[in-house]
């Protein structure tokens, strides 16, 4: 059997690298895991022929189907795909110890912009994707690194938790 992926041309023009790579990924997720679902309702429909994600901005009910779940799976495992925790957790320690030397500071906050971006590199990934990567393995320093608001970044910042 044949197996075509395609990426739409203009991510590469509208997004970053990173943001292609996570599509990519996200795909053979659903080649890997869904695809004898999708051979499944060929059989039902023979309309059937391609499976086409979408991003689709707004908010979606909760009563979730078959698809939305695939969805949801495709999109849960390709960042732990990309940045495998055993492998993300070093590097990061790795860069925030380089970061806290180049920098000449102990705060954790003062070395988060610039490992995030490192990590990002480093993984192929976006600059979202390394942030949000870094708060799930633990660094809840990162939820307020990297805030776009009013049109600019804000200035790092970090709440110890329950404030």
């Given at each position: 059997m044949l197996v075509l992926f395609?990426?739409?041309?203009?991510?590469?023009?509208?997004?970053?690298?990173?943001?292609?790579?996570?599509?990519?990924?996200?795909?053979?997720?659903?080649?890997?895991?869904h695809r004898k679902a999708f051979e499944l309702e060929r059989l039902y429909n023979t309309n059937v022929n391609k499976i086409k994600c979408q991003v689709v901005g707004g908010i979606k009910d909760?009563?979730?189907?078959?698809t939305d779940w695939m969805e949801w799976q495709a999109n849960a495992l390709t960042p732990r795909i990309q940045m495998p925790i055993s492998t993300f957790k070093s590097k990061a320690f790795e860069l925030i110890k380089k970061y806290k030397q180049v920098l000449q500071t102990e705060e954790i906050i003062d070395v988060m912009e610039p490992v995030i971006d490192e990590l990002a590199l480093f993984f192929g990934v976006s600059r979202l994707a390394s942030k949000i990567r870094m708060i799930d393995v633990g660094y809840e320093e990162d939820i307020g690194t990297f805030t776009y608001i009013d049109g600019h970044y804000v200035k790092p910042h970090f709440l110890k938790k329950d404030f």
């Open positions: 395609f990426v739409d041309p203009k991510a590469y023009f509208l997004r970053n690298l990173g943001s292609v790579n996570n599509t990519i990924v996200h795909e053979c997720v659903h080649w890997a895991l909760s009563n979730k189907d078959a």
